[in-house]
């Protein structure tokens, strides 16, 4: 059994030590391989681990005939052409809620950095205006988080998660999503289902927390940005794709936002063309930007990789994976 290791090598040696992988032999190749290195290194592989932002195409499925799964390390399977796959025979699986509780706890730390202006604040006093900024803060008013209204864009594990862990600050979570829960799941997690138009237009926070599909694709533009409050924060802890940079920007210069905060930011990896890497001074401020490092924590990868493991035996035993995202119906 031949495993390829799609730039995922580090990972699979840290995180995966304490799991038997009953003699697989591991491939390792780097994140960005073409199928023509895919050809040369790993032509009769079975089996591929990709990291969640490697492009996974049918040229690539070509150069492995005896391929019968390809994992997404992550939760996200938008690089991986799952269409081809289904049409060849090929199994894609992701780690869906794998990272519920990273991606939440992050999502919750960077509500409370911008709505506290932990950022400003610090350069403030890094620059010696403790005493100016803190009566600066206490004119503005400083709010508790039970102060706001969240707005969340899609109620998945990662929104779950972020819901059941602003109960104790008393935030008024509201959410909207194609697919709309029972009442006992609504009445678990404290929230309240609102029209996606009335959501945007009256919630003081805004968090996404959808996949990149065409629906969803650059949903958050001019027109999006336009219908929500003034002085509104808004924040993107799922896919940069899911955004137009300049519109964003444009919302925070003129006022419409104040404040944003991604974990994610596309094109990724970022480079020094990125928009958002010459932003006016004026605003940098209102804006905090990690590395895409949410859901990449200790647990999150240990919980992906007993999956990965188990999928790959179930499947080399004729039996079913779990989180199978392009069984045809």
């Known amino acids: 059994m031949k495993v390829v290791l799609m730039g995922t090598e580090t990972r699979q040696t840290k995180f995966a030590y304490d799991i038997d992988i009953k003699g697989a032999e591991l491939i390792a190749v780097a994140g960005d391989a073409s199928p023509e290195v895919l050809a040369e290194k790993a032509a009769d592989a079975e089996y591929v681990i990709a990291d969640a932002i490697s492009s996974f195409t049918a040229a690539h499925m070509d150069a492995m005939p005896k391929l019968k799964l390809v994992h997404s390390e992550g939760v996200s399977i938008n690089k991986i052409d799952t269409a081809a796959a289904a049409e060849k025979g090929i199994i894609v699986c992701s780690n869906k809620g794998a990272n519920a509780v990273s991606v939440a706890e992050h999502t919750l730390t960077l509500i409370m950095a911008l709505t506290k202006s932990i950022y400003p ?24 988080l039970s102060d706001y209204s969240l707005g969340m864009i899609g109620f998945g594990d990662i929104a779950k998660e972020l819901a059941r ?34 959501l945007i237009s009256t919630c003081d926070i805004i968090s996404l927390h959808v996949p990149v599909l065409p629906s969803t694709e650059n949903m958050v533009d001019r027109e999006f940005l336009s219908k929500m409050k003034k002085d509104s924060f808004f924040i993107n802890t799922a896919r940069g794709e899911l955004m137009v940079n300049e519109d964003v920007i444009e919302a925070l210069q003129i006022g419409k936002l104040a404040g944003a905060a991604f974990d994610t930011i596309a094109p990724e990896p970022v480079l020094a063309d990125n928009p958002w890497l010459s932003i006016p001074p004026e605003i940098a401020d209102k804006v905090i930007i990690t590395p895409h490092i949410a859901g990449v924590t200790i647990n999150m990868f240990r919980k992906a990789y007993r999956t990965i493991w188990s999928n790959i035996f179930k499947v080399e035993a004729g039996e079913e994976p779990v989180n199978w995202v392009n069984r045809k119906k």
């Open 121 to 144: 604040a610090y350069k403030a006093v890094m620059y010696g205006r403790q005493i100016e900024t803190k009566t600066n803060m206490i004119k503005a008013g400083i709010k508790e």
């Open 165 to 198: 862990m602003l109960i104790p600050f008393g935030t008024k979570v509201y959410y909207t999503d194609i697919f709309r829960p029972s009442p006992e799941i609504e009445a678990k997690y404290n929230v309240t289902y609102l029209e996606r138009e009335e």
